[in-house]
Protein backbone atom coordinates (compact mmCIF):
# COMPACT_ATOMS: atom_id res chain seq x y z
CA UNK A 1 0.00 0.00 0.00
CA UNK A 2 1.79 3.36 -0.88
CA UNK A 3 1.09 6.58 1.27
CA UNK A 4 0.28 8.83 -1.61
CA UNK A 5 0.11 12.31 0.14
CA UNK A 6 3.90 11.64 1.54
CA UNK A 7 6.24 13.86 0.00
CA UNK A 8 8.81 11.71 -2.61
CA UNK A 9 12.62 12.36 -2.30
CA UNK A 10 13.82 14.51 -5.10
CA UNK A 11 16.38 12.42 -6.23
CA UNK A 12 17.08 9.07 -4.99
CA UNK A 13 19.82 6.70 -6.59
CA UNK A 14 21.12 3.57 -5.10
CA UNK A 15 24.83 2.56 -6.05
CA UNK A 16 24.74 -0.69 -7.01
CA UNK A 17 27.36 -2.70 -9.44
CA UNK A 18 26.36 -3.14 -12.62
CA UNK A 19 25.72 -6.76 -14.47
CA UNK A 20 29.02 -7.52 -15.15
CA UNK A 21 30.69 -6.82 -11.32
CA UNK A 22 27.85 -9.03 -10.21
CA UNK A 23 28.97 -11.98 -12.22
CA UNK A 24 32.11 -11.76 -12.11
CA UNK A 25 31.91 -11.38 -7.94
CA UNK A 26 29.50 -14.16 -7.61
CA UNK A 27 31.70 -16.15 -9.76
CA UNK A 28 34.88 -15.97 -8.17
CA UNK A 29 32.53 -16.13 -4.40
CA UNK A 30 31.55 -19.49 -5.75
CA UNK A 31 35.08 -20.46 -7.03
CA UNK A 32 36.45 -20.01 -3.52
CA UNK A 33 33.40 -22.00 -1.70
CA UNK A 34 33.95 -25.05 -3.83
CA UNK A 35 37.74 -25.11 -3.88
CA UNK A 36 39.30 -23.39 -0.60
CA UNK A 37 36.62 -24.87 1.66
CA UNK A 38 36.07 -28.30 -0.21
CA UNK A 39 39.12 -30.27 1.31
CA UNK A 40 37.51 -29.04 4.56
CA UNK A 41 34.80 -32.18 4.22
CA UNK A 42 32.94 -34.11 1.92
CA UNK A 43 32.03 -33.44 -1.77
CA UNK A 44 28.31 -31.92 -0.56
CA UNK A 45 30.06 -29.60 2.00
CA UNK A 46 31.91 -27.73 -0.88
CA UNK A 47 28.59 -27.23 -2.64
CA UNK A 48 27.08 -25.45 0.71
CA UNK A 49 30.22 -23.47 1.45
CA UNK A 50 30.37 -22.17 -2.25
CA UNK A 51 26.24 -21.23 -1.67
CA UNK A 52 26.99 -19.76 1.56
CA UNK A 53 30.02 -17.54 0.36
CA UNK A 54 27.94 -16.55 -2.67
CA UNK A 55 24.86 -15.46 -0.56
CA UNK A 56 27.31 -13.57 1.79
CA UNK A 57 28.79 -12.09 -1.44
CA UNK A 58 25.51 -11.15 -2.95
CA UNK A 59 24.57 -9.42 0.62
CA UNK A 60 27.67 -7.05 0.30
CA UNK A 61 26.74 -6.16 -2.97
CA UNK A 62 23.23 -5.56 -2.25
CA UNK A 63 23.90 -3.10 0.59
CA UNK A 64 25.22 -0.63 -1.68
CA UNK A 65 25.14 2.92 -0.70
CA UNK A 66 22.33 5.56 -1.31
CA UNK A 67 22.18 8.73 -2.58
CA UNK A 68 19.28 11.11 -2.15
CA UNK A 69 17.69 14.54 -1.87
CA UNK A 70 14.65 15.08 0.19
CA UNK A 71 13.59 17.77 2.25
CA UNK A 72 16.91 19.88 2.09
CA UNK A 73 18.95 17.64 2.78
CA UNK A 74 21.52 15.06 0.92
CA UNK A 75 22.74 12.18 2.23
CA UNK A 76 25.12 10.08 0.59
CA UNK A 77 26.28 6.82 2.09
CA UNK A 78 26.25 6.91 6.07
CA UNK A 79 26.92 10.94 5.66
CA UNK A 80 24.52 13.79 5.24
CA UNK A 81 23.86 17.35 5.04
CA UNK A 82 21.46 20.18 5.06
CA UNK A 83 21.60 21.81 1.45
CA UNK A 84 22.29 25.03 2.80
CA UNK A 85 26.03 24.24 3.65
CA UNK A 86 26.35 23.38 0.30
CA UNK A 87 27.73 25.37 -2.52
CA UNK A 88 28.75 24.50 -5.96
CA UNK A 89 28.23 21.48 -7.25
CA UNK A 90 29.47 19.74 -10.75
CA UNK A 91 28.86 17.15 -12.58
CA UNK A 92 32.24 15.08 -12.88
CA UNK A 93 32.85 13.03 -16.08
CA UNK A 94 34.93 9.75 -16.00
CA UNK A 95 38.30 11.06 -16.66
CA UNK A 96 38.11 13.87 -13.91
CA UNK A 97 36.74 11.33 -11.80
CA UNK A 98 39.59 9.07 -11.74
CA UNK A 99 42.17 12.10 -11.19
CA UNK A 100 39.36 13.20 -7.90
CA UNK A 101 39.73 10.15 -6.73
CA UNK A 102 42.88 9.83 -6.96
CA UNK A 103 46.18 11.51 -7.77
CA UNK A 104 43.99 14.82 -7.46
CA UNK A 105 41.97 13.80 -4.37
CA UNK A 106 42.11 15.80 -0.67
CA UNK A 107 42.75 13.66 2.13
CA UNK A 108 39.74 15.71 3.89
CA UNK A 109 37.23 15.24 1.31
CA UNK A 110 34.24 13.07 1.82
CA UNK A 111 33.88 10.36 -0.67
CA UNK A 112 30.84 7.91 -1.32
CA UNK A 113 32.02 6.19 -4.80
CA UNK A 114 32.18 3.40 -6.08
CA UNK A 115 34.37 2.10 -9.01
CA UNK A 116 31.81 0.49 -11.02
CA UNK A 117 30.25 3.69 -11.55
CA UNK A 118 32.29 6.01 -13.53
CA UNK A 119 30.69 9.45 -13.86
CA UNK A 120 29.72 11.77 -10.61
CA UNK A 121 29.55 14.93 -9.01
CA UNK A 122 31.50 16.76 -6.38
CA UNK A 123 29.93 18.96 -4.23
CA UNK A 124 31.31 21.83 -2.49
CA UNK A 125 30.53 22.52 1.17
CA UNK A 126 31.10 26.29 2.46
CA UNK A 127 30.22 26.02 5.95
CA UNK A 128 33.18 27.50 7.56
CA UNK A 129 33.27 25.52 10.54
CA UNK A 130 33.08 21.96 8.53
CA UNK A 131 36.39 20.61 7.72
CA UNK A 132 35.48 18.32 4.69
CA UNK A 133 36.18 21.09 1.77
CA UNK A 134 33.69 18.75 -1.10
CA UNK A 135 31.69 15.90 -1.12
CA UNK A 136 32.71 13.61 -4.16
CA UNK A 137 29.53 11.45 -5.23
CA UNK A 138 29.34 8.70 -7.56
CA UNK A 139 26.44 8.62 -9.65
CA UNK A 140 24.74 7.13 -12.81
CA UNK A 141 22.75 10.59 -13.62
CA UNK A 142 25.00 13.30 -12.69
CA UNK A 143 23.08 15.81 -14.07
CA UNK A 144 19.77 14.92 -12.34
CA UNK A 145 21.68 14.76 -9.29
CA UNK A 146 23.17 18.45 -9.45
CA UNK A 147 19.59 19.71 -10.62
CA UNK A 148 18.13 18.64 -7.72
CA UNK A 149 20.57 19.69 -5.46
CA UNK A 150 20.32 23.27 -7.03
CA UNK A 151 16.72 22.92 -6.68
CA UNK A 152 17.20 22.27 -2.89
CA UNK A 153 19.16 25.18 -2.34
CA UNK A 154 22.95 24.08 -2.97
CA UNK A 155 25.45 27.00 -4.55
CA UNK A 156 25.13 28.07 -8.39
CA UNK A 157 27.29 26.51 -11.25
CA UNK A 158 31.01 26.50 -11.14
CA UNK A 159 33.49 24.50 -12.79
CA UNK A 160 34.22 22.97 -9.58
CA UNK A 161 34.26 23.43 -5.81
CA UNK A 162 37.05 25.26 -3.96
CA UNK A 163 38.13 24.39 -0.37
CA UNK A 164 37.18 24.93 3.15
CA UNK A 165 38.42 24.41 7.07
CA UNK A 166 36.32 24.10 10.41
CA UNK A 167 34.06 22.08 12.59
CA UNK A 168 31.35 19.51 10.81
CA UNK A 169 28.11 20.25 10.11
CA UNK A 170 27.97 17.53 8.06
CA UNK A 171 27.63 14.00 9.53
CA UNK A 172 29.55 10.87 8.44
CA UNK A 173 28.23 8.08 10.35
CA UNK A 174 24.38 7.57 11.14
Given at each position: ???????????????????????????????????????????????????????????????????????????????R??????????????????????????????????????????????????????????????????????A???????????????????????
Amino acid sequence: MSDAGAPQPEYHETLLPSLPVWVVVLAVAACFGLVALRPLGPAGAGVVAGVAVVAAAAALLRSSARVQVHQGELRAGRARIETHFLGRVAVVPAARMTALRGPQADARAYLCQRPWIREGVVVEIVDPADPVPYWLISSRKPERLVAALRAAGAGGAGDEPSDGSGQAHSRHTG
